[in-house]
Nanobody, 121 residues
Framework: QVQLVESGGGLVQAGGSRQLSCTASGTIIRVDSMGWYRQPLENQRELVASITSDGNTNYADSVKGRFTISRDNAKNTVNLQMSSLKPEDTDVYYC???????????????WGQGTQVTVSS
């Protein structure tokens, strides 16, 4: 019964800011890494940013210095603060969580449905 729900997508002008949020809900034992992907091409998802349970982060080169990922472990929520947005950032952003559902012994990846971010020039 695990699901990831994203919010915060929408239309923003180039140079503007936008914050995405993703919350994992359901019967979850623990959440390990969380992150955000986008899909510049079909079957070619690109890691935008990720964060481990202890706070280590990783960013795509294209967003370093502009995006900041954070998480709230108590709420099973990951956020992506996006600033200095560019038209090339336009995409559907997908939340991913590596988590262990209740009733299983191993963690695996779960994906959100995606939220559209459109950056106008």
């Amino acid at each position: 019964q695990v699901q990831l729900v994203e919010s915060g997508g929408g239309l923003v002008q180039a140079g503007g800011s936008r914050q995405l949020s993703c919350t994992a809900s359901g019967t979850i034992i623990r959440v390990d890494s969380m992150g955000w992907y986008r899909q510049p091409l079909e079957n070619q998802r690109e890691l935008v940013a990720s964060i481990t349970s202890d706070g280590n982060t990783n960013y795509a080169d294209s967003v370093k210095g502009r995006f900041t990922i954070s998480r709230d472990n108590a709420k099973n929520t990951v956020n992506l603060q996006m600033s200095s947005l560019k038209p090339e950032d336009t995409d559907v952003y997908y939340c991913i969580a590596h988590l262990m559902p209740y009733g299983t012994r191993f963690a695996r990846d779960f994906w959100g449905q995606g939220t559209q971010v459109t950056v106008s020039s």
